[in-house]
């Protein structure tokens, strides 16, 4: 089956600096990718959607300029938080759309972001 | 908007029972229903996916259904096992490459 890995699996950062995750499709071409956060015993909330080569698109309430997407290649899409503070603390996993089986997303495993 | 409902949040059950996981979603006009299952920490495994034109699907011991007009699935574990603990998701979606629009989860802990 496809499989879709994320790294780094968990992080803890200052206050103010950025991370970066990554998110990889490991044996298909992935032509859309999701990024999603889920906060503790609440349902996923999708962030943003990017297609490879074209500018993410945002869902209401996310901050572009603060959560910065680069899908550059049909295998790699990047969300990067920038100047992170402790309410960007929770699990951000991503998903990818095999541009063949265009029904199933297929989910990473998470990263867990804790800012202190 | 699309919302989608689980209840309960939380279910324990002794091992070797039958049951149901509730779904519903106020927007029938959807593309496809998904089940997932999330254990503690980690990502998300697909257990089941029906289109919007099908009644069901099964897959080893589970089944999942789906009534699109009334906006409700369930997803039947049968003969439960203590490795079937985990939290289970509901989503649907609008289209084939749109995004999943996820209930909060059932959390399911099968007594041995």
């Known amino acids: 089956g496809a499989v879709v890995s994320q790294h780094p699996s968990w992080v803890i950062c200052k206050s103010g600096t950025s991370v970066k995750i990554e998110c990889r499709s490991l044996?298909?071409?992935?032509?859309?990718m999701f990024w999603y956060r889920q906060f503790p015993k609440q349902s996923l909330m999708l962030m943003a959607t990017?297609?490879?080569?074209?500018?993410?698109?945002?869902e209401q309430g996310v901050e572009k300029d603060k959560f910065l997407i680069n899908h550059a290649s049909l295998t790699l899409s990047t969300l990067t938080v920038t100047s992170a503070h402790p309410e960007d603390s929770s699990f951000y996993i991503c998903?990818?759309?095999?541009?063949?089986?265009?029904?199933?997303?297929?989910f990473g495993p998470g990263t867990r972001l804790l800012v202190l | 908007k699309q919302e989608v409902t689980q209840i309960p949040a939380a279910l324990s059950v002794p091992e070797g029972e039958n049951l149901v996981l509730n779904c519903s979603f106020t927007?029938?006009?959807?593309?496809?229903l998904q089940w997932f299952r999330q254990d503690p920490g980690k990502g998300l495994t697909s257990l089941l996916l029906?289109?919007?034109?099908?009644r069901e699907q099964t897959s080893g011991r589970l089944n999942a259904s789906l009534d699109k007009s009334s906006g409700r699935s369930t997803l039947y574990i049968a003969a439960s096992q203590p490795g079937d603990s985990a939290t289970y998701l509901c989503?649907?979606?609008?289209?084939?490459?749109?995004?999943?629009?996820f209930g909060k989860g059932i959390t399911l802990s099968v007594r041995p």
């Open positions: 998903s990818a759309i095999s541009g063949s089986r265009q029904e199933t997303q297929y």
């Open positions: 044996d298909f071409q992935a032509t859309t």
């Open positions: 990017s297609n490879e080569g074209s500018k993410a698109t945002y």
């Open positions: 927007d029938s006009a959807i593309y496809n």
């Open positions: 029906i289109q919007s034109s099908q």
């Open positions: 989503a649907v979606s609008t289209g084939a490459n749109s995004k999943l629009t």
